[in-house]
């Protein structure tokens, strides 16, 4: 499936990270005992991580949380939730499905610093839930992938944060200009974090299998943004409006985007020292700041 910078959809998490549709929705269930696992529902796209390797993996990818609070995407039936309960001070896992909870709650009810949240992670304030500073781990589902990361770029930023997404998706994250996977993703990604890849996920890691390879990816806040918060918003706009003419020139991609004759076009690229003739997909982040800037 083909992903951007701000695609829609809504519904729960993959797991670890199991997709979900409204849980409001849902007709009422019986208790469900503590000692029974929930199966994977296909309605919600679940897969369950099982990978012991990926799992330390994406733990140790976060670094040291013996004093931090981890929010955790999705804890499905709470592989990755042992490990991170083990290693963090504080532990909140957000998840959309509602038996999980409630495996979820018993599961962890003697251990006082875990909290399990039933919710939308799309209509969770990720930071009032921590409380304070905190980093982010989760498996996230492949169809909203792009909106639960840009959702998780809201300021105040998470300290770090560990995702295992579709592998397409993450050679996007971090692609260099100039690469053919280089796109609106890359960029709005790239202009306000670190991204890096850690590893490929065979299918096999999962119950059941998906289709697609997957890969652990951090991404960390960069020290100095290429672009000031305040224009954060207009950046992505201008990004993705530049990348649906990816084709084109850059004297055209402006004068499109910002409605401006051929010479102010030709003025705004001038006074930003780049190539006319560049097509977006060359353009670093900070070149994109830089028209941001002038076009203000």
Known sequence: MKHGPFGSGRGGNRSVGNTG???KNSSPRPPRSPDRLPGPRKRFG??????????????????????????????GRGALTDRLAARAKRLVAIEVDRDLVQ????????????????????NTNLAQLAGGPYVLAGNVPYYITTPIIFHALELPRPEAAVYLVQKEVADR??????DKTYGALSVNLQAVVKVEFIRKV??????????VDSAVVRVTPRGASVIEPELEAKFRSFVLAAF?????????????????????A???????????????????????????????
């Open 202 to 211: 065979a299918p096999g890691s999962f119950n059941p299998p998906p289709a």
């Open 244 to 264: 649906g003419l990816r084709r084109k020139q850059l004297v055209r991609v402006v004068r499109t985007v910002a409605s401006l004759d051929a010479e102010a």
């Open 46 to 75: 679940q897969h369950f991580l099982s990978d012991t390797r990926v799992l330390d993996s994406i733990a140790d990818a976060l670094g040291d949380v013996s004093d931090r609070t981890v929010v955790e995407i999705g804890p």
């Open 103 to 122: 495996y979820l709650r018993a599961r962890y009810a003697d251990r006082p610093h875990v909290e399990i949240v039933e919710g939308d992670v799309l």
């Open 266 to 296: 030709q003025a705004i690229v001038a006074s930003c020292g780049l190539n006319p003739e560049a097509r977006p997909e060359t353009l670093s982040p900070a070149e994109f700041a830089l028209l941001v800037r002038a076009l203000q």
């Open 21 to 23: 549709a409204n849980s």
């Open 173 to 178: 994250m971090a692609a260099p200009p100039g």
